[in-house]
């Protein structure tokens, strides 16, 4: 039977819980998870790691503990972990958010990728990195200076990776869940709307149900890491695709 392996970060709710709960639902993937809290679950397929991945230097002392040695077909690795960041704009920023999130959202994801390469640059079978980016890498958004910023930075980071992780056999995603009812946008739409100036738009979206929900967003994400071949693009947005 194939022997799969995910790390994934941020499991412990939203859009990560959801893929965590796809992944747990097969019987041959091991799974690494990573958050700053736990689950009260007991799996056999689960180890939690409990990390602050803001924390860069508590990350680099935990690196070599993340990445399992197995004889592994296929090996996933789910940057997810992210934070909206402070909603406010430049000029009312504070230096510690801003590296709070620029951290989290894109320098741990850099350094687990980089790792995860150097980990399982000799598995044969499948290798994808797939880093939870946002339509606010490419669309600047008044107030989100940090969030958008980091996502740029992070898609950005995903396409270089692809280039040069092709000749080894890694596919790298940098890929936008569009908007998905988790407690992330019950904090966009907690913000002050001086700060904000798109906090209606955001709270109609709520208020008119159009969010994804997170477990259909997962189901997505589970299709394109297993199907990663039918996916040539680096810069994906799951609004654009739909389940066969
Ligand atoms: N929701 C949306 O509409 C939306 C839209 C576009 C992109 N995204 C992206 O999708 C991803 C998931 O978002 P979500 O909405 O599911 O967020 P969420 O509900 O706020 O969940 C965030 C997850 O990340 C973990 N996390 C947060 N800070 C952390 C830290 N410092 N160290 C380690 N883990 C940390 C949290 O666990 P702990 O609290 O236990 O640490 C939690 O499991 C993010 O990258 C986000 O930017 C979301």
């Not at 991945?53 to 077909?73: M, N, Q, R, V, Y």
């Not at 159009?210 to 609004?239: G, N």
Request: glycine residues 6%.
């Amino acid at each position: 039977m194939k022997k799969s392996l995910l790390i994934l970060t941020g499991h412990t709710k939203g859009l990560g819980n959801a893929i965590l709960e796809r992944f747990l639902s097969l019987e041959n993937t091991q799974i690494i998870a990573i958050s700053r809290t736990g689950l009260e679950i007991q799996h056999p397929n689960l180890t939690e790691v409990h990390l602050d991945l803001s924390d860069l230097a508590g990350l680099e002392a935990h690196l070599s503990k993340i990445f399992p040695t197995g004889d592994f077909d296929e090996v996933m690795l789910v940057n997810n972990a992210g934070w909206i960041g402070e909603v406010k704009p430049v000029g009312k920023l504070h230096p510690k958010g801003i590296r709070q999130v620029m951290n989290l959202n894109l320098l741990a994801p850099m350094i687990l990728t980089n790792a995860f390469a150097k980990a399982y640059s000799e598995v044969k079978g499948r290798k994808v990195i797939c880093n939870i980016s946002s339509g606010a890498a490419h669309k600047p958004l008044a107030g989100w200076g940090e969030y958008c910023s980091s996502k740029a930075g992070l898609a950005m980071f995903s396409q270089v990776a692809a280039k040069e992780l092709s000749d080894s056999g890694f596919r790298v995603f940098s890929l936008a869940p569009g908007i998905v009812d988790t407690e992330m946008q019950a904090e966009i739409r907690a913000a002050d709307e001086s700060d904000f100036p798109a906090l209606d738009r955001f709270k109609s979206y709520k208020e008119s149900n159009q969010l994804s929900s997170a477990a259909e967003v997962a189901e997505k994400i589970f299709y394109l890491l297993t199907h990663s071949e039918l996916f040539p693009e680096v810069l994906q947005d799951v609004r654009n695709f739909k389940l066969p």
